[in-house]
């Protein structure tokens, strides 16, 4: 099974073979959504920024 990285030094989809782990977001099992892993985590940040169990802003619900 091949996986894939974005190296965020290079601004590239990776294989296995790519820079250090320190420089890139992954693994993820396609090169497509490799290539989105800056949206993708931007998305999620997002989500977190609304969820109360991640953001002390926020009062959780009982």
Same mark, same amino acid.
Request: hydrophobic share 25%.
């Given at each position: ?27 993820? =099992? #396609?090169? $497509? %959504?490799?290539?989105? @892993?800056? =949206? #993708?985590? $931007? %998305?999620?940040?997002? @989500? ?15």
């Amino acid at each position: 099974m091949s996986e894939f990285w974005y190296c965020i030094t290079h601004s590239r989809v990776e294989g296995e073979d790519g820079c250090p782990n320190k420089d890139r977001l992954g693994p993820y =099992e #396609t090169e $497509a %959504e490799a290539s989105r @892993a800056l =949206e #993708t985590a $931007a %998305e999620r940040t997002e @989500a977190w920024d609304h969820d109360p169990a991640w953001n002390d802003d926020e009062q959780l619900e009982d």
